[in-house]
Structures are given as C-alpha cells and as structure tokens.
C-alpha cells in the first residue's frame, strides 16, 4: 500500500460509505413517520402515540415492545373500564359507562311509568251495573264492618288478585245520573269484565231498583276529600309470619314494602287485600307504600299488633 493511501485512512476519508448508508436510513426513517402521520382517518391522539412509538424506536427494541400492551389495555378498557386503568386509557370515553347502569334503569321507570294494572287512571270503561245486598259493608277486600253505603264489588277480571281494592270509582248511567263508589268487594266469575254489583243504595242513584241491570260507563277517581292512610296486621301475625293490609288511602296501591337488615323487601298481595310475608321477615317495623303513580309513603314505629288499626299522618296526592 503506498504512502497516498495510508494518508486517505488516516485523514478519515476511508468511512465515507457508512455516512451514506446513516443518511439514508435516517431519511428513510423520517419517510415512514410522515406516512404514518398522514394515514388517512388519522386522529390528533394517534399521532402523538406514532411520534412517541418512533422516539421510543431510537432508543432501542425494547420500547416497541411497550406499545403492544398499551394498545391491548385500550381494547380491554373499552370493553370492562376499572379502577385499574391507566390515566391515559380511562380519559378516552367509554361506550360501556356511557349507558345508564341496571339500578337507575328501575328508579327511573318509576317515577315516569304508572304502576296501575287494569284499572288505568284517565280511561273509561263499559260495562253493566248489578244490584247485591252488602250486608255490613265487609267483603272480599277485607276491610270489616263499614257504615259506608256506598260501596261496589268489582267483576273478578279487574279486581285482579284485590288490585282493585279501595278504589274510588265515578259509575255514570246512561241518562247521566252519577255516583261515586268504593271497591270492598269482588264481584264472582259470573260477573263479566267492566261490570260492577252496587250496593242497593248506589244503585238506587242511577236508577229504580226494580231495574236491575243497566248499562254504564266507569272510570278512576282521585278524590279530594280523604283522611290518612293507616295500616294492619291481619290476626296471627308475628316476627315469623305476618300480612300487611293498607286501609284508607286515596289512590290504589300497587306496592308495599318492609324494611329489613338487607333492604326493603317487596311483599306479594293476597286475593284478601293484604301484603303477605311467609317467613315473617320485616314484620314490625318500617313499612313502605306505593300507589298507582308511583309516590312513595313511609311509614315508621308501625308495631306487631294483630288486627290493630294504627294511623299515620300521611296521604297520597290526588290526582
């Protein structure tokens, strides 16, 4: 090797092919960034994690090998949010806590749906008034002796399971006579849907009584004058078996509850007209009612005492 070529390494001229070879990569490299940027649908998100993956890329292979979780976490985030979630990850909204969670769903419905069943508040209903002696006032509904004449049984397909029970009803003949009754009673099978049997005194409003039988239309009241509702334990209750029986309210009831060590817990109603608890759970205590429209009364420090009337100072609104 002569003297020229020992100089041109020793002056550095011998690596020129390395410097292009960096250039080039280096150009390549700022290529891919710029079409990663510019891929179409790209969004301002993805490409700061494009320039962060790239400045990872040149720090060595480990970084790239830290992006794949932070993709996996987004998809699995996106699926089921928990606390556990990086702050980058539960920023990003979720089409999962976006929808509203099963316990709002039931309040909600509550408060914006009627509860009634087949007696609906604003409808009118067809059907034939029937004449029966009523006796003391009792009946079906369970609500003993009553100086209250004014009374109806109610055909057995709406009274529905004793729903029907102390409802206030307005009977309209067809010459226009009015009266308004209150359901104590369940008219048998033989009564047809719509059908009402008046006491002989409410019957005597619309027409003779030598009529019988004549056709009427009905619908659901909410009458203005009411006193207060008040509440009783049927005869053998105690803390293992007991039924609740609501007794003067304005609108029908469509539940009740007693509060227990786990919550409330709703009752299931009798053809009798009372709430019953098999195992005696919650019996004696707080007691919660709900009528029709779904307002909610609740009533404390209501003992265990069998066939005791005990008053409260509450009252559903009228309608």
Same mark, same amino acid.
């Given at each position: 090797?002569?003297?020229?070529?020992?100089?041109?390494?020793?002056?550095?001229?011998?690596?020129?092919?390395?410097?292009?070879?960096?250039?080039?990569?280096?150009?390549?490299?700022?290529?891919?960034?710029?079409?990663?940027?510019?891929?179409?649908?790209?969004?301002?998100?993805?490409?700061?994690?494009?320039?962060?993956?790239?400045a990872a890329g040149s720090r060595g292979t480990q970084d790239p090998g830290r992006a794949a979780p932070a993709a996996s976490m987004s998809a699995a985030a996106t699926r089921s949010p928990g606390p556990t979630s990086s702050p980058a990850v539960t920023a990003r909204p979720s089409t999962t806590?976006?929808?509203?969670?099963?316990?709002?769903?039931?309040?909600?419905?509550?408060?914006?749906?009627?509860? *009634? =069943?087949?007696? !609906?508040?604003?409808?009118?209903?067809?059907?034939?008034?029937?004449?029966?002696?009523? &006796?003391? #006032?009792? /009946?079906?509904?369970?609500?003993?002796?009553?100086?209250?004449?004014?009374?109806?049984?109610?055909?057995?397909?709406?009274?529905?399971?004793?729903?029907?029970?102390?409802?206030?009803?307005?009977?309209?003949?067809?010459?226009?006579?009015?009266?308004?009754?209150?359901?104590?009673?369940?008219?048998?099978?033989?009564?047809?849907?719509?059908?009402?049997?008046?006491?002989?005194?409410?019957?005597?409003?619309?027409?003779?009584?030598?009529?019988?039988?004549?056709?009427?239309?009905?619908?659901?009241?909410?009458?203005?004058?009411?006193?207060?509702?008040?509440?009783?334990?049927?005869?053998?209750?105690?803390?293992?078996?007991?039924?609740?029986?609501?007794?003067?309210?304005?609108?029908?009831?469509?539940?009740?509850?007693?509060?227990? *060590? =786990?919550?409330? !817990?709703?009752?299931?109603?009798?053809?009798?007209?009372?709430?019953?608890?098999?195992? &005696?759970? #919650?019996? /004696?205590?707080?007691?919660?009612?709900?009528?029709?429209?779904?307002?909610?009364?609740?009533?404390?420090?209501?003992?265990?005492?069998?066939?005791?009337?005990?008053?409260?100072?509450?009252?559903?609104?009228?309608?």
């Amino acid at each position: 090797m002569n003297e020229t070529s020992r100089t041109a390494r020793r002056r550095g001229l011998g690596p020129k092919p390395r410097g292009i070879a960096v250039a080039a990569l280096v150009a390549a490299g700022a290529l891919v960034c710029l079409v990663v940027a510019f891929r179409p649908g790209g969004h301002q998100a993805d490409a700061g994690r494009t320039s962060a993956t790239a400045a990872a890329g040149s720090r060595g292979t480990q970084d790239p090998g830290r992006a794949a979780p932070a993709a996996s976490m987004s998809a699995a985030a996106t699926r089921s949010p928990g606390p556990t979630s990086s702050p980058a990850v539960t920023a990003r909204p979720s089409t999962t806590s976006a929808r509203p969670s099963a316990p709002d769903t039931p309040r909600t419905t509550a408060r914006t749906a009627s509860l *009634a =069943g087949r007696i !609906r508040p604003g409808t009118d209903y067809r059907g034939v008034a029937t004449t029966y002696d009523a &006796g003391n #006032g009792d /009946g079906s509904c369970s609500y003993g002796p009553s100086s209250d004449v004014l009374t109806a049984a109610m055909n057995h397909t709406d009274y529905e399971t004793s729903a029907a029970c102390g409802a206030y009803v307005l009977v309209r003949a067809a010459d226009g006579a009015t009266v308004t009754v209150r359901i104590t009673n369940e008219c048998p099978t033989g009564c047809a849907p719509g059908q009402l049997d008046l006491s002989a005194q409410a019957f005597a409003r619309l027409a003779a009584p030598s009529a019988g039988r004549i056709p009427i239309t009905w619908k659901l009241l909410s009458p203005g004058a009411s006193g207060t509702v008040a509440l009783r334990y049927k005869t053998g209750s105690s803390r293992y078996w007991c039924a609740v029986q609501v007794i003067g309210h304005r609108n029908p009831v469509a539940r009740l509850e007693l509060r227990t *060590a =786990g919550g409330w !817990r709703s009752l299931p109603r009798t053809e009798y007209n009372y709430f019953l608890a098999e195992d &005696g759970g #919650g019996c /004696g205590g707080t007691v919660r009612i709900t009528d029709i429209y779904g307002e909610r009364l609740t009533a404390e420090g209501i003992a265990l005492r069998p066939d005791v009337v005990q008053t409260t100072r509450l009252q559903f609104a009228r309608h």
